[in-house]
């Protein structure tokens, strides 16, 4: 039986060569073959806009240069460097970088007119004399290079199939976030991340960095918050924080790799780190102690101090310095100790010092209720139970203008078990299994939130039952490329059934970076 069923596989995959135009690359070896029997283009992850295979295509080999083209282009250069430096350790081959765009090889073309790829799409053109990457501008550039490199094989050199890629995203936002606060991880660890998501075209890192079990960035105005509010986390363990050096260093990271980092300073609720550091911020003068626990909703800064609107305008300053983005996140959630009328107070002033440095805010979707700035951004996490009168306020705040990012959490919470078996991981929003995370559509997610208002989606990672980097990758991934795929391909290419595959063959690409994932038996991996 067993027999049988990989003969039947193997004719089944002859047959999908053979109707492809785009044919395999003569180094294939047949035990290379499918994860899944997809031809080459069909692979692609999040699926692109669009594809016409034709003709052979491109051996990539010891020869294959990448040309950057004429001109300054400084920042092109770049991208080839980046794309070289990505693709070399898999390959094995040299990928020189060099000038000029002459030649075969892999030439990167930056043409403002471009049609038909917006501000992040690109136009990947294959043929026997090479790779043409053609985009607006550099970070469609790099886009185009991770759709080429998944159109190579996860490891060794390979032909490229000929034909016509063209792509743009859906979405403008597509985002991971991670909660350093409740078990602290290094910048270190959070480049790893980096690195894992951009070869799906993730473009925003959200960092969760202050909370009620620590504080993680170094302020230089309030430095007891991270040297004593960031020296514990959630179970007592000794914690961490990053100096403005090394959170620098990882906004300029993740920059170069054309990903915004957004921080988030949680506020008024989410606290306990900072009031636990400075007891002038509590409205008794006394500072409590610090918490290691889990619970949430317990503590609030003291609304009517002006001390407080000190507090919030010189740690907002020093960190929208920093941040290069034009996102700011102050959080808003779960103030279940500021009550309602406080919340708003706090929050219309917190919005304007926002604004006064210079950025935009976001906040999670608590504040529609009470008052969003003109131009703040909301972050919907509620759930299918959620209260309608709640959904309700998100969708007058969208149809007031207020762009919305999607993180439904019995869909994208990262830290939601996939199903009883998974160890670490919370179940309050239900268990969200991989199909469930990828199943369902931003554009039409929350009645009266039409797709024109959604600027994207995002996955957050909270850390209370996650302390280790191998429990983070078992959580986000694969559910985190089922995020890369809704925020990114056109609605109409969305689709289980598809998309399964598509995962599938993702697998050895994932195994070749070393990531824990988690092998759901949904996917059929190869
Ligand atoms: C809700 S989502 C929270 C977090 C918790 C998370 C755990 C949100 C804005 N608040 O404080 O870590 O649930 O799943």
Not at 288 to 313: A, H, N
Not at 324 to 341: K, Q, V
């Amino acid at each position: 039986m067993r027999v049988l069923r990989r003969t039947l596989g193997t004719l089944l995959a002859l047959g999908a060569a053979l109707s492809c135009t785009a044919a395999r690359g003569d180094d294939a070896r047949p035990g290379d073959d499918p994860p899944a029997a997809l031809a080459p283009f069909e692979g692609l992850l999040p699926a692109p806009v669009s594809v016409r295979a034709a003709g052979p295509g491109y051996a990539v080999g010891p020869g294959t240069v990448i040309r950057t083209g004429a001109g300054p282009g400084e920042e092109v250069r770049r991208v080839g460097e980046l794309l070289a430096e990505q693709w070399r350790g898999p390959s094995g081959l040299p990928l020189p970088v060099v000038g000029g765009s002459d030649g075969d090889g892999i030439r990167l073309r930056l043409d403002e007119e471009a049609e038909g790829v917006g501000d992040e799409g690109y136009r990947l053109e294959s043929a026997p004399g090479g790779v043409t990457l053609t985009a607006r501008t550099p970070a469609g550039l790099f886009h185009a290079g991770q759709t080429l490199r998944q159109l190579l094989p996860a490891a060794g050199p390979g032909t490229v199939p000929g034909g016509t890629v063209e792509d743009r995203p859906r979405f403008a936002y597509r985002g991971a976030m991670v909660d350093v606060a409740r078990h602290f991880f290094t910048v270190e660890q959070v480049k790893r991340y980096v690195d894992q998501l951009v070869p799906y075209k993730v473009n925003a890192l959200h960092v969760h960095l202050t909370d009620d079990q620590g504080w993680r960035l170094a302020v230089d105005s309030w430095p007891r918050l991270a040297e004593y509010g960031g020296g514990t986390e959630v179970g007592g363990g000794p914690g961490g924080y990053w100096t403005k050096e090394q959170y620098a260093d990882l906004v300029a990271y993740a920059g170069e790799r054309y990903v915004d980092v957004v921080p988030e300073i949680d506020m008024p609720g989410h606290v306990n780190a900072a009031l636990a550091s400075y007891a002038e911020l509590n409205c008794d003068g006394r500072a409590p102690e610090r918490y290691t626990g889990t619970k949430v909703g317990f503590s609030s800064l003291c609304v009517g101090k002006e001390r407080t609107y000190e507090f919030v305008d010189e740690v907002l300053g020093e960190v929208a310095e920093l941040t290069p983005g034009r996102y700011l996140h102050i959080g808003g959630d779960e103030a279940h100790s500021t009550p309602a009328a406080d919340y708003e107070a706090f929050m219309d002033r917190a919005q304007a010092v926002v604004g006064r440095h210079g950025k935009t805010v976001v906040a999670w979707h608590q504040l529609s209720a009470a008052g969003p700035a003109e131009g703040a951004v909301l972050q919907y996490w509620g759930h299918d139970r959620t209260a309608a009168a709640e959904k309700a306020a998100v969708a007058s705040a969208a149809q007031a203008g207020h762009p919305v990012i999607l993180s439904p959490s019995d869909r994208l919470y990262l830290d939601m078990k996939y199903d009883a078996a998974t160890k670490p991981g919370l179940t309050w929003a239900g268990y969200v299994p991989v199909e469930r995370a990828y199943s369902w559509d931003p554009g039409a997610h929350l009645a009266g939130v039409p797709e024109s208002a959604v600027l994207g989606v995002e996955a957050p990672l909270w850390t209370e039952t996650v302390a280790t980097r191998a429990d983070w990758e078992f959580m986000a991934f694969p559910r985190m490329l089922g995020l890369a795929e809704l925020g990114w391909s056109p609605a109409g290419s969305l689709g289980w059934d598809g998309y399964r595959k598509r995962l599938a063959a993702q697998g050895p690409r994932l195994d070749a970076q070393g990531v824990n994932y988690h092998r759901s038996p949904d996917v059929p991996w190869s």
